[in-house]
């Protein structure tokens, strides 16, 4: 059974922000940022029980839009940990995106969000998957693990006057080692690489899909069966 925190960790991923979550609860943004903190630095000691109704009322509305936004993309849907996922933009071809994602995974807690990856990886649809955070890049400069930031960012240093962030993601993991494997190099990649400079950690979740559902093979060109005489 979820805690009402893990409820609105979830339902901010189709929201989009804390103010639309507070509109939809009747509170403020800056209550529903601390309820999102339950029980870390910054955050309530406890979300009062007094507001499970208005709480459960908008879980529902989100694993509504989740289920529905999951079965038009036909991407995996964890009923268990409901998240809104979505599909990429189409290629400039036409073709579709084989890739899907969630936004606004910051709050989920790490037991879960391990969950939702392995649940994903499991049905076996996708290629590979990743999680980006959020970076102060003056803090990420100085950590050996983001070389490749550091290295873009070293010209810059004298110029930049207060915290600039930017997504970084980790490596892609593919999903040959198994879902177990593939979740503990990413969980890995976060706390040595993101951890460190990381405003936000875990903030989108990325997958590849296998194949592109609904999407038609191109027809193999024809073999000439005749023969040449001699």
């Known amino acids: 059974m979820l805690t009402n925190q893990e409820k609105l960790a979830l339902a901010i991923t189709s ?17 529903v940022g601390r309820w999102l903190k ?6 309530a000691r406890a979300i009062p029980d007094a507001y499970a109704d208005p709480i459960d ?13 999951a079965q038009a993309d036909k991407i995996p849907f964890n009923p268990q940990y409901p998240v809104f996922m979505q599909k990429g933009e189409p290629l400039r071809n036409g073709d579709e995106s084989k890739i899907f994602y969630a936004q606004h995974t910051e709050y989920i807690r790490p037991q879960a969000r391990r969950a939702i990856l392995r649940q994903v990886i499991a049905t076996k649809k996708i290629l590979k998957a990743s999680v980006g955070s959020r970076i102060d890049v003056l803090r990420a400069v100085s950590q050996s693990g983001l070389a490749s930031m550091r290295e873009k960012y070293d010209q810059r240093l004298g110029r930049i006057k207060s915290p600039e962030i930017l997504p970084v993601f980790t490596k892609s993991i593919d999903v040959r080692g198994g879902a177990v494997k593939m979740v503990d190099e990413i969980e890995k990649y976060l706390a040595e690489k993101h951890a460190p400079s ?8 990325l997958f590849q899909l296998a194949t592109v559902p609904g999407k038609r093979a191109k ?3 024809q073999r000439n069966e005749t023969k040449r005489r001699r």
Do not use: I, M
């Open 15 to 31: 929201y989009g922000s804390q103010r639309a979550l507070a509109r939809a609860l009747g509170v403020t943004h800056q209550k």
């Open 38 to 43: 339950e029980g870390l630095p910054g955050g």
């Open 57 to 69: 009322r908008v879980f529902a509305n989100h694993v509504g839009a989740a289920a529905a936004q």
């Open 198 to 205: 990381a405003k936000d950690l875990g903030t989108e979740f």
């Open 219 to 221: 027809p193999k060109p």
